[in-house]
């Protein structure tokens, strides 16, 4: 939880009747959400993932309630007084995902305007202010949203961690099981199958191997904090595996690039999530690796916030 606003700045909230804009953004991991005016920002909370796919319904609408009311709260403001409310949130492209958002907004923010977007396109408004450029999101999923100065877009990757996530949380996870694992069997020292053993509180090689595939499995993305603070140690398994997912998520934007910028024009390149914030070493390889294929690009070096661009988008309504 976040403090935001002194309370002299909440009763002129109240005393103006300013109206407000309500911003979430709904990770795999967690929900963030920012309540503004038309040029502050009043009040930060962060709650519980709400996205169905991976807590369920009711998890997910009591992360999105207790976020609300935790925001009006913290600026001592109303329901009334929001204007409009924006959600950028994995999978906001799915018929389940927008009937359930529909239904719950219908009772938490009754008649008011409320716009459901992908986790990539607050993101990049965020990243870009709603101008040219390629944005790659790893958290504990990963996706790639590029719009160019023609305003054609093009989104990559993002389809789950079965068939794509390649470079996210997720993605690291499992494959430092894998690797891990597999470096065992060949009879090489593995400290990370200690740490993960130890992570996952099992007592052997064979019960993590019985664990990790079972169904649903275990989540692999919560192994990553593990990894980067090995990486940051520069332990040489954990740099690789960072090394390359930054190789894997230069993969995922280099076709957008080609598809959008094929004259070779100057592209900006940004980038948003956990993982992507949390290690330098990938953040490093993933800049090295499309460098290597493509030149005239722009690296912003700042992370983007993503529920800072769906207040942007709230504001524009």
């Not at 992908?118 to 504990?140: E, K, Q, R, W, Y």
């Not at 900006?268 to 460098?291: I, K, M």
């Amino acid at each position: 939880m976040y403090v935001s606003v002194p309370p002299i700045m909440h009763e002129c909230v109240t005393k103006l009747g300013m109206q407000l804009y309500l911003a979430i953004d709904g990770g795999g991991s967690k929900t963030d959400l920012v309540l503004g005016d038309a040029t502050r920002e009043l009040a930060h909370a962060t709650m519980s993932s709400c996205k169905i796919q991976r807590v369920g319904r009711d998890a997910a609408y009591e992360a999105l309630r207790s976020g609300i009311d935790e925001v009006l709260h913290i600026a001592s403001a109303q329901k009334e007084e929001i204007a409009c409310c924006c959600i950028g949130i994995s999978g906001g492209e799915l018929p389940e995902t927008k009937e359930f958002l529909a239904g719950a907004f219908r009772e938490l923010l009754p008649a008011k305007k409320n716009m459901v977007f992908g986790d990539h396109v607050i993101a990049h408004a965020a990243a870009f202010h709603g101008g040219p450029g390629v944005l790659v999101i790893s958290g504990t999923g990963s996706i790639v949203y590029g719009m160019n100065q023609r305003g054609q877009g093009m989104r990559y990757g993002g389809r789950g961690p079965q068939i794509s996530d390649e470079g996210s949380g997720y993605w690291i996870g499992r494959r430092a099981v894998a690797l891990a694992v597999s470096h065992d069997d060949l009879g090489e020292e593995s400290a990370l199958l200690r740490e993960i053993i130890q992570e996952w509180g099992v007592q052997s090689k064979a019960e993590l191997v019985a664990l990790a595939n079972e169904q649903p499995g275990p989540d692999f993305a919560a192994l990553f904090p593990l990894i980067e603070k090995a990486g940051a140690l520069n332990d040489d398994f954990a740099c690789e595996l960072l090394g390359a997912a930054g190789r894997e998520l230069a993969k995922l934007v280099f076709p957008v690039i080609l598809r959008l910028w094929p004259a070779g024009e100057a592209v900006r390149v940004a980038g948003a999530g956990g993982v992507f914030r949390s290690s330098q070493e990938l953040r490093q390889s993933f800049e090295t690796q499309l460098n290597s294929k493509r030149g005239n690009l722009e690296f912003v070096q700042e992370v983007a916030d993503p529920v800072l661009g769906a207040l942007l988008l709230a504001r524009r309504g």
